[in-house]
Every structure is written in structure tokens, then in C-alpha cells.
């Protein structure tokens, strides 16, 4: 209640202040354009830090899925992604130097020459064309309370001139888990009574290394863009729990080996029409071991995973003319899994269903988008994308299917009136099947153990979405969002014969929405270059299980989420603080034999970055939460769900510090 009544009085104190310049000439334009000054007061050291800093937008890296289309984030460099897919925006604009920015464009609707792909609002961060040569060096290290210590760092390089670039960067990279701590679990039988009490306590370690090499240059009427490169990172992790007259330990380890190449040309053919063209290799290979040893019984379950994924596409743009655009793509990509696995009790082996499979996909998409700038304050979009895929496995069971799916999308942007902004959105959105449901795997601290399904369907989802944007000033700004989902199809866990369950479809069902997102100044409140951002989403999605018969919400679909975050510019101290607070979250996981769920309470971290100078800055951030609650109801009937115990654990995780520190040269 106090924070709903401090957000009225900064609403009520915003909208009483005189309008501050805005970012652009015109309050109604599509294109917003921040300078480098609207950030000289946070100092920021990378396009990254920009980014961040831009009001009422959020960074999107994309969706992991396979192919292009649909993965591509929600920014732009010089108007194109990045020519790899597995070097995600966050990490390109990262290694950026905030000195060779020109300035960052928010398009909201669409602009010329500008490839959407489906997000109604972008960010295009323009590079500066000055010849330059920069080096910097990274340091960064994890401490966590009671262990472990995790150092990383990277070195880069970077030289532009001419329209030429070419850099690379070699690193020590982290792998972690915030998640761990020590606790205790309570386990209760049907009737409530507790039968045993366990004290828990689990460390982990990682890390790895990584190397990346990018070229571009002016080729003919176009451009030509180059990127290499490859990870190899481990992580490992044990949890014991000990009780009076129990012994559980839970162990797992996993190596992961990556490499990938990405090509990127593009070639103007005529004043109003550009071709761009798109190669992607991405190769991985993983091998993970998990063991559980409770009293006496030992349970290891081994996998080891080859996956590939090969892309070629192509995009036609047309500027019919200044209010008309026009965008046509075809795409084909090839994706491959070949996956062995193993469960052995006590040195026996477990027979599993689908343990050894090979899969593999060939997918090909065609899509055409028109995009129409009706007048001064309404855009319309309308298109489709066409959607033929083959899937087969082999292996331990073989299976041959295909798939052709129409995709259309419509989406309005309406500036109604001065710095308000309606965007609506009616659009089919096709998930894509995860390759690892094809084979077998295990959650062996759950007790849990998934066969492999031959007959999964994606997942589909026609979507309705309002939001509404008003912008207060070129620093506050208010979105509320409305969303509804129909889907069919759900992707959850059902069962199966003889007590085992597979993710599969379980039937359709709904998600409903809403949103809200503001940034405020502070400055009308006494905090001088203070600043309030505030996000808080509702989801209600509901579907039917597969074995009661019965409504529930859908598996891993949080019912709210939220942060609140306040940073403040001290630019005459050189320096940047904030605290960052999640009050809450609850992940919930259904399963034929058992419902897991986990909560997070009070996610604090409190950060200070300071400048040395214009080329070297250190940051610092302590992070501290509640503990953590996790939940364990099994049942021996599934349809009845008679429940045999109820394990609950609190867990109080480590608190870590993270201390950052960047020279450029």
C-alpha cells in the first residue's frame, strides 16, 4: 500500500511539472533519437549501459528457438542483428564503447529500412562512422558467502576507419547458480504428521573460456559482415541433506563445448529496395552426469548430446514509397540431435524409453509484411508468415512428421494525441518443439524421471494485445498492457503406462495479462537526478490436467511478477548508485505423481559505479535475499491424488558480491 501510494504522489508531481524538451522535434514522430548527453550523467562506459538507460524500454536478447526468424531481439545495430545468432545483442552491445555511439533511436511502429520482426517497439543504436582504435580490459568476480570465489574477465579489441571494423575478444567466462545456500526440509506423511527433519547444504563451481573474431566492411553498394566463435565452460554442483536416520546427496556436472559462424551481406539494389542475406552455423556438444546416492542406493544418469543448426535466409525490402514498406523473407534451416543416454540402480541398467535417438528438422518459412503509415498518427502492419517443417527421429524409436502452419499478424500504432500511443496486435504465434522432449531425461533430487514422446506437437497461440504508452517527458513514461492468449496444444508433463510420464500435449488452454511499467523522474520529490522504474505483470493461465480432469494454471507460468528499481546520477561525485528489489515470484511445476513449486521472497541488490576517470570505472553490487521456500506434495493415486508426503524446505541462500572493473585504452 505505501508504494502504490508513493507511485500516485510521483504521478501527480510528474504531471503537474511543465513538460521537459523531449528526445525528438515531435511528440507524434515514430522515431524518438537520444543524444549522447541525454546519458552523460551516468557516465556509461558501454552501448549496453545506454541501452539500460533508455525510459520505457526493456532489452530482449530474443527467444532461444531454433531458426532466425522470431529469435532476433528487440535492438538494432546501425539497423541489422548481429550476423550470429548465438552472440546475443546484450553481448554485442557490451563490448560497444559508449564513445563510438552517435546517438539510439526507439521506433515504435515501424520505420523505413527497418526490420520489426514482429516487436512493436525497437531500439537502433547508431555507431559514430570516426576512425577509431580501442583496447579495453574487463575484470569481474563473483564472492560468495561461504564460497565459492568466481573470477572472470575479457580482453578486447577493437579498430574502425573507413567504414572498416574488425575486433576480437578472448575471456574467462562464469558459471553459476545464486540459488544455493543451506536450509532445512520437512517431510510430513499423508495426515500431516512429520516424519523426518534434514539439514541441506549444497556448493557449485564453473567456468570457462570464450573467443570471438567479427570483420566488417563496405562491399560493392552494400556491406559485408563476418563473426567466429567458440565457448567451453563446465559447471558442476552437490546438495547432501542428513536427518536423523537419512542420507541423501545429489550430484551433477556438466561440460559444454560451442562454436559457431555467422555471415551477413546486404546489397542495395535500387533507391527504395535492399536485399539482405543471412549464413549461420551453429555447433554443440554436451555431457552431463547426474548421481544420487540416498542410504545405500546409488542412481546415475548420463547424457551425452551432439546438436548442430544450420540457416540460410534472405530479405527483400521495399520502400514503395514514404508511407509504404514492404518486407518479404524466406528462410531455410536444417537443426540436428543426436542424444545417448543411460540410468543405471546401483550399477544395474534401467531400461528407458527413447534413451539413444537421433532427430532432426528441416524447416522452411516464407513471409511477406506490409507496413503503412496511414497518416501522421497511425500506422498499420499487416502480413504473414508461411511455416513447412519435417521432423524424424531414429534411434530407439523412429517416427517421420510434418507440419504446415499460417501464421498472420495485424498491429496498429495510433499517436491518439500528444504523447499518447495505442499499439493493438492480433497475430497466430507457432512455439517450437523442444528436441530434447524427443529423448528421455531426469530430475533426480525430484525423484523424477521423463521418458522420450515420438508424438509432440507445437504448441500454438493466437494472441490479442493492447498497450498503451504515455509518455510525461522524455524521462517519465507509463505502459499498461493487456494480453490475451487461446492456445492449443499446451506443452506439459502427462502420463504414461507403468507409473512413467513424458512431456507431451495436454489439450488447450488460456492465458490472460496485464501490465504495468513506469519510469519516473525524482527530481520533483528532492532526489536530484533520481530515478524510479517500476514493472509489475499478471498471468492467469489456465488448462485442464491430464489425469484429474480438473482446471489448474499451466507448469512455470508465474501468476506475478515484478521489481522496483531506483538509481540516482551523482555526476558531480563521478558517481552512479541504485538498489534493485524483487518482492516476490512463485514457479509452480505439475506432474502426474507430485506438484513442485518454488518461491522467491525479497531479491535485493544494491550497486555503486563509480568513474575514475573517462576511460576507467569500477562497480560494485551486494546482493541479499529472504529465504527461499520449495515445495514437494506427492500422491500415490494420480487421479485422486492422495497425497503420501509433503516435503517443505527453506533454504537461506548465499549472499554474493560482484565487484566489476573496466579500463579503456
Known amino acids: 500500500m505505501k508504494i502504490l501510494t508513493l507511485l500516485v504522489l510521483l504521478l501527480t508531481a510528474t504531471l503537474s511539472a511543465p513538460p521537459a524538451a523531449q528526445a525528438q522535434d515531435s511528440s507524434r514522430d515514430t522515431v524518438l533519437v537520444?543524444?549522447?548527453?541525454?546519458?552523460?550523467?551516468?557516465?556509461?562506459?558501454?552501448?549496453?549501459?545506454?541501452?539500460?538507460?533508455?525510459?520505457?524500454f526493456q532489452l530482449d536478447?530474443?527467444?532461444?528457438?531454433?531458426?532466425?526468424?522470431?529469435?532476433?531481439?528487440?535492438?538494432?545495430?546501425?539497423?541489422?542483428?548481429?550476423?550470429?545468432?548465438?552472440?546475443?545483442?546484450?553481448?554485442?552491445l557490451s563490448r560497444i564503447q559508449a564513445g563510438r555511439v552517435s546517438h539510439i533511436e526507439i521506433i515504435r511502429g515501424g520505420a523505413p529500412g527497418i526490420d520489426m520482426q514482429g516487436h512493436s517497439v525497437v531500439a537502433n543504436v547508431i555507431l559514430s562512422?570516426?576512425?577509431?582504435?580501442?583496447?579495453?580490459?574487463?575484470?569481474?568476480?563473483?564472492?560468495?558467502?561461504?564460497?565459492?570465489?568466481?573470477?572472470g574477465g575479457r580482453y578486447e579489441y577493437s579498430s574502425n576507419e573507413?567504414?572498416?571494423?574488425?575486433?576480437?575478444?578472448?575471456?574467462?567466462?562464469?558459471?553459476?547458480?545464486d540459488s544455493t545456500g543451506t536450509g532445512t526440509l520437512i517431510r510430513r506423511n499423508g495426515t500431516g504428521v512429520i516424519t523426518d527433519t534434514e539439514t541441506r547444504e549444497d556448493k557449485f563451481d564453473g567456468g570457462g573460456w570464450s573467443g570471438r573474431v567479427d570483420w566488417a566492411a563496405p562491399v560493392a553498394a552494400g556491406r559485408l559482415e563476418l563473426t567466429g566463435g567458440a565457448n567451453i565452460n563446465d559447471f558442476e554442483e552437490w546438495t547432501q541433506y542428513v536427518g536423523a536416520s537419512s542420507s541423501r546427496r545429489f550430484e551433477f556436472e556438466q561440460d559444454n563445448r560451442n562454436a559457431d559462424v555467422g555471415v551477413r551481406a546486404e546489397q542495395t539494389l535500387s533507391s527504395a529496395t535492399t536485399l539482405e542475406a543471412r549464413l549461420i552455423q551453429n555447433l554443440r556438444r554436451s555431457e552431463s552426469v547426474s548421481t544420487a546416492l540416498v542410504g545405500t542406493s546409488l542412481q546415475q544418469f548420463d547424457t551425452k548430446r551432439d546438436t548442430g543448426e544450420s540457416i540460410l535466409r534472405s530479405v527483400l525490402r521495399w520502400q514503395r514509397s514514404d508511407r509504404l514498406k514492404i518486407e518479404s523473407s524466406a528462410e531455410l534451416a536444417y537443426n540436428m540431435m543426436d542424444t545417448t543416454q543411460s540410468f543405471t540402480l546401483n550399477g544395474q541398467p534401467v531400461p528407458l524409453p527413447l534413451s539413444t535417438t537421433q532427430v532432426n528438422e528441416l524447416r522452411a518459412e516464407i513471409s511477406s509484411i506490409a507496413t503503412w503509415q496511414r497518416s501522421d498518427t497511425l500506422t498499420l502492419e499487416a502480413g504473414a508468415r508461411l511455416e513447412r517443417s519435417r521432423i524424424r527421429q531414429s534411434g530407439g524409436g523412429s517416427a517421420e512428421r510434418s507440419f504446415f502452419y499460417p501464421k498472420p499478424r495485424l498491429a496498429m500504432t495510433w499517436d491518439f494525441a500528444d504523447n499518447h500511443q495505442l499499439r493493438l496486435r492480433l497475430e497466430r504465434e507457432l512455439g517450437q518443439l523442444n528436441f530434447n522432449d524427443f529423448a528421455a531425461s531426469s530430475s533426480l533430487t525430484n525423484n523424477e524421471v521423463l521418458g522420450g514422446n515420438l508424438d509432440l506437437r507445437p504448441e500454438q497461440r493466437w494472441v490479442s494485445e493492447a498497450v498503451f504508452e504515455r509518455r510525461f517527458s522524455d524521462e517519465a513514461v507509463l505502459s499498461l498492457t493487456l494480453r490475451h492468449d487461446e492456445i492449443s496444444h499446451?506443452?506439459?508433463?502427462?502420463?504414461l503406462d507403468d507409473g512413467l510420464t513424458a512431456i507431451g500435449n495436454i489439450g488447450d488452454g488460456t492465458l490472460d495479462r496485464a501490465a504495468i511499467d513506469v519510469r519516473l523522474p525524482l527530481d520533483r520529490v528532492g532526489v536530484r537526478g533520481g530515478r524510479l522504474t517500476l514493472n509489475a505483470r499478471y498471468d492467469h493461465a489456465r488448462v485442464t490436467d491430464p489425469t484429474t480432469g480438473h482446471e489448474r494454471q499451466i507448469s512455470e507460468v508465474r501468476p506475478f511478477t515484478g521489481s522496483v528499481n531506483v538509481e540516482q546520477d551523482l555526476p558531480t561525485l563521478n558517481l552512479v548508485w541504485g538498489v534493485n528489489y524483487t518482492p516476490y515470484f512463485r514457479d509452480t511445476n505439475f506432474n502426474p505423481d507430485q506438484r513442485r513449486s518454488f518461491e522467491l521472497h525479497d531479491y535485493v541488490t544494491v550497486f555503486g559505479e563509480y568513474s575514475i576517470s573517462d576511460s576507467f570505472t569500477a562497480r560494485l553490487e551486494y546482493t541479499v535475499w529472504d529465504d527461499f521456500r520449495l515445495t514437494r506434495q506427492s500422491w500415490s493415486d494420480r487421479v485422486l491424488q492422495s497425497v503420501v508426503y509433503t516435503e517443505e524446505e527453506r533454504v537461506n541462500p548465499r549472499n554474493f558480491l560482484q565487484l566489476r572493473v573496466r579500463k579503456t585504452f
Open 490 to 495: 499446451v506443452v506439459d508433463v502427462l502420463p
Open 162 to 177: 573507413d567504414g572498416r571494423s574488425w575486433g576480437f575478444n578472448i575471456g574467462r567466462t562464469i558459471s553459476m547458480n
Open 34 to 56: 537520444y543524444q549522447p548527453d541525454f546519458f552523460a550523467a551516468s557516465s556509461p562506459s558501454t552501448a549496453e549501459d545506454m541501452v539500460d538507460r533508455l525510459p520505457g
Open 129 to 151: 562512422s570516426d576512425a577509431t582504435t580501442q583496447q579495453s580490459l574487463l575484470a569481474r568476480s563473483y564472492f560468495f558467502e561461504g564460497g565459492p570465489n568466481l573470477p
Open 61 to 92: 536478447d530474443g527467444d532461444d528457438v531454433r531458426g532466425f526468424a522470431g529469435a532476433g531481439g528487440n535492438v538494432l545495430i546501425n539497423g541489422a542483428r548481429p550476423a550470429s545468432k548465438s552472440d546475443d545483442v546484450s553481448s554485442v
